[in-house]
């Protein structure tokens, strides 16, 4: 009598979709579910949020203007206070840096983010809401006067 391929199948699959499961448990730790792109509620901005040294940061890799003037890679950052980085890419620059992730609370905070319009840093801080949209905070000094721009997840 042949003997059926059916439990050794079934054990190949118990043991894929058990490592499959793992392995993106890993990989979605609390403090790494920040990481990835983001696209803004307003679809005008993608930024890309890593983990460097210790903190978390995002750069900018796409984004829109009403200005049909220029090319994405074209704008500067021509309102820096300081005149040598005036000359600085917009595309790929960095706009958060040094955020550190809380667990007591499970936020993002003591960070700083930087308004190329202004030319200006801001305190940030960052959270992520439990449909997974993550809200980022700029502010000065106090959190509940600030500014939050709501990002969802691309990829």
């Excluded at 890993?26 to 990835?36: A, Y």
């Excluded at 995002?58 to 980085?85: Q, Y």
Aim: with cysteine; aromatic share 14%; glycine share 6%.
């Amino acid at each position: 009598m042949p003997v059926s391929p059916f439990p050794r199948i079934l054990l190949l699959l118990i043991f894929f979709i058990t490592t499959g499961f793992s392995v993106k448990a890993q990989t979605l730790s609390p403090t790494d579910q920040i990481c990835g792109r983001w696209m803004s509620s307003e679809k005008n901005l993608l930024v890309e949020v890593y983990r460097e040294s210790g903190d978390y940061r995002a750069k900018i890799v796409w984004f829109k203007t009403d200005d049909d003037s220029k090319r994405m890679d074209e704008w500067t950052d021509k309102h820096n206070p300081n005149p040598a980085l005036r000359e600085r890419k917009i595309l790929g620059m960095n706009v958060i840096k040094e955020l550190e992730y809380d667990p007591k609370n499970r936020t993002w905070e003591h960070g700083k983010v930087y308004d190329a319009k202004s030319g200006k840093y801001w305190d940030a801080a960052a959270y992520l809401t439990k449909e997974g949209v993550l809200k980022v905070i700029g502010y000065w000094h106090f959190k509940f006067i600030g500014r939050t721009m709501t990002f969802k997840k691309v990829s």
